[in-house]
């Protein structure tokens, strides 16, 4: 690296940071706020969950042809600017009508938009700090953007107690706009395109693969798309729904309450993404990730319980426990894994992909069997999804725990080698 670069990537860290800050609010600041928004307005939990699983498929389907642009593209901030104009859009479009064609062509714009933010954002990280420096400033960047939704969460309860839901979405509007002027910041010169994709310059290999194809043929990464699926089906409606519960047996403020829901479980979600960034370099992803398995099927429990304005502190540390973890483990994790392939981000967008097939779901298989049999026994069967998760990381430990291990000193792990399929290498 020359000292140009170098001090060029110096120059990139602080707006980065930013950039995951402000981009917090833009990429879930509507989210839970919109069921309530739309609750108020005459809609049902069921067609509700309906609009978000829409959104949530529409992003999935392109997340990985997303990751695989970020590959090949040299213009990677331009996949953050797009989805920030797209969130401004998306936040007018609500507030000018609550017609259910309209708000759902909103939401699949934003979500189509968006699907590029997780690996664009991973791939300028990566481009920016190397592999060496990957897990610690993806945990770093974590725990800015827990930051940046806890305060964004925080303003949306205090601007909708005082003024109403109208400015909730102007707040997410200018965070797509603060969002857009951090990545503007970052010097191209910072982003080592090469190392953006992991891609191992010494071989002569190009990297150009599909998405699914790099998925199927690395079992490490396989399953751990498979357990993360399972997860994020019983987390993905666990927010919202929560704040839906509480807010239809009138123990709270819908606007206050669901911003502390967000408050707690981002505020829990600092500590365990730079937690989860430590352990990662001592003791490596595997253990991580199994805790935050572990904590949705309790977290199920708890809320099936507690669906009180007192229950959202242990319901959303939970979350915030689980989240949190996986939000520093998973983007280090497959960074490791297909380290010298050049198919870094479509691995990211691959997982993704997997994961929101769960998490897209999630809204519409809960808020139906809310309004069917009641919000106790949908938090109980959506908790219980995890169990299948923790079931593959246990029962496949003996291949993942070299994959998830701290890495070594040079790139060339043996463990690492075995796990990585014939063709990606």
Same mark, same amino acid.
């Not at 600041?29 to 005459?42: D, M, Q, T």
């Given at each position: 690296?020359?000292?140009?670069?170098?001090?060029?990537?110096?120059?990139?860290?602080?707006?980065?940071?930013?950039?995951?800050?402000?981009?917090?609010?833009?990429?879930?600041?509507?989210?839970?706020?919109?069921?309530?928004?739309?609750?108020?307005?005459?809609?049902?939990?069921?067609?509700?969950?309906?609009?978000?699983?829409?959104?949530?498929?529409?992003?999935?389907?392109?997340?990985?042809?997303?990751?695989?642009?970020?590959?090949?593209?040299?213009?990677?901030?331009?996949?953050?600017?797009?989805?920030?104009?797209?969130?401004?859009?998306?936040?007018?479009?609500?507030?000018?009508?609550?017609?259910?064609?309209?708000?759902?062509?909103?939401?699949?714009?934003?979500?189509?938009?968006?699907?590029?933010?997780?690996?664009?954002?991973?791939?300028?990280?990566?481009?920016?700090?190397?592999?060496?420096?990957?897990?610690?400033?993806?945990?770093?960047?974590?725990?800015?953007?827990?930051?940046?939704?806890?305060?964004?969460?925080?303003?949306?309860?205090?601007?909708?107690?005082?003024?109403?839901?109208?400015?909730?979405?102007?707040?997410?509007?200018?965070?797509?706009?603060?969002?857009?002027?951090?990545?503007?910041?970052?010097?191209?010169?910072?982003?080592?395109?090469?190392?953006?994709?992991?891609?191992?310059?010494?071989?002569?290999?190009?990297?150009?693969?599909?998405?699914?194809?790099?998925?199927?043929?690395?079992?490490?990464?396989?399953?751990?798309?498979?357990?993360?699926?399972?997860?994020?089906? !019983?987390? =993905? &409606?666990? +927010?919202?729904?929560?704040?839906?519960?509480?807010? %239809?047996?009138?123990? /709270?403020?819908? *606007?206050? $309450?669901?911003?502390?829901?967000?408050?707690?479980?981002?505020?829990?979600?600092?500590?365990?993404?730079?937690?989860?960034?430590?352990?990662?370099?001592?003791?490596?992803?595997?253990?991580?990730?199994?805790?935050?398995?572990?904590?949705?099927?309790?977290?199920?429990?708890?809320?099936?319980?507690?669906?009180?304005?007192?229950?959202?502190?242990?319901?959303?540390?939970?979350?915030?426990?689980?989240?949190?973890?996986?939000?520093?483990?998973?983007?280090?994790?497959?960074?490791?894994?297909?380290?010298?392939?050049?198919?870094?981000?479509?691995?990211?967008?691959?997982?993704?992909?997997?994961? !929101?097939? =769960? &998490?897209? +779901?999630?809204?519409?298989?809960?808020?139906?069997? %809310?309004?069917?049999? /009641?919000?106790? *026994?949908? $938090?109980?069967?959506?908790?219980?999804?995890?169990?299948?998760?923790?079931?593959?990381?246990?029962?496949?430990?003996?291949?993942?725990?070299?994959?998830?291990?701290?890495?070594?000193?040079?790139?060339?792990?043996?463990?690492?080698?075995?796990?990585?399929?014939?063709?990606?290498?």
């Amino acid at each position: 690296m020359t000292q140009a670069s170098n001090k060029a990537g110096l120059k990139g860290i602080r707006p980065l940071l930013s950039l995951n800050f402000f981009m917090a609010d833009m990429q879930a600041g509507i989210g839970p706020f919109l069921g309530v928004f739309l609750l108020a307005h005459g809609w049902q939990s069921g067609l509700i969950g309906t609009v978000m699983t829409v959104g949530g498929v529409a992003g999935m389907l392109m997340t990985t042809p997303a990751g695989a642009l970020v590959d090949a593209t040299k213009h990677k901030k331009f996949y953050v600017i797009i989805p920030g104009i797209c969130t401004v859009i998306a936040s007018g479009i609500i507030l000018l009508s609550q017609n259910f064609w309209l708000v759902t062509v909103s939401q699949i714009a934003t979500a189509v938009a968006g699907a590029a933010i997780g690996p664009a954002v991973s791939g300028i990280t990566l481009g920016i700090v190397r592999q060496a420096g990957f897990n610690r400033q993806n945990g770093h960047n974590q725990a800015l953007n827990h930051a940046g939704n806890m305060m964004g969460a925080g303003l949306s309860g205090l601007l909708g107690w005082q003024f109403g839901f109208t400015a909730v979405f102007w707040l997410a509007a200018l965070f797509g706009v603060l969002s857009i002027a951090s990545v503007l910041m970052i010097p191209s010169a910072a982003i080592d395109d090469d190392e953006a994709r992991g891609l191992d310059t010494t071989s002569g290999e190009s990297g150009k693969v599909g998405g699914i194809t790099v998925l199927l043929e690395c079992k490490p990464l396989l399953i751990l798309a498979a357990a993360l699926a399972c997860f994020h089906l !019983g987390n =993905g &409606a666990m +927010l919202p729904l929560f704040g839906l519960a509480v807010v %239809a047996n009138k123990q /709270g403020d819908p *606007a206050g $309450f669901v911003a502390l829901t967000i408050v707690v479980a981002q505020g829990t979600m600092i500590l365990a993404s730079l937690i989860a960034m430590r352990l990662a370099e001592k003791e490596g992803y595997w253990l991580v990730l199994l805790v935050s398995f572990i904590a949705l099927p309790i977290r199920g429990v708890v809320a099936a319980h507690l669906m009180n304005k007192w229950g959202v502190y242990p319901v959303q540390i939970l979350d915030g426990i689980g989240a949190g973890l996986q939000s520093a483990a998973v983007p280090g994790l497959v960074a490791r894994i297909l380290n010298g392939t050049g198919r870094v981000n479509v691995g990211q967008g691959a997982v993704m992909t997997v994961q !929101g097939l =769960g &998490a897209s +779901l999630s809204p519409a298989i809960g808020g139906w069997i %809310a309004q069917e049999i /009641g919000y106790g *026994a949908m $938090f109980l069967i959506l908790g219980s999804f995890a169990l299948g998760s923790i079931a593959l990381w246990l029962g496949f430990a003996s291949l993942l725990r070299p994959a998830c291990a701290r890495p070594p000193h040079n790139s060339s792990d043996p463990a690492l080698a075995g796990a990585l399929p014939a063709g990606a290498r």
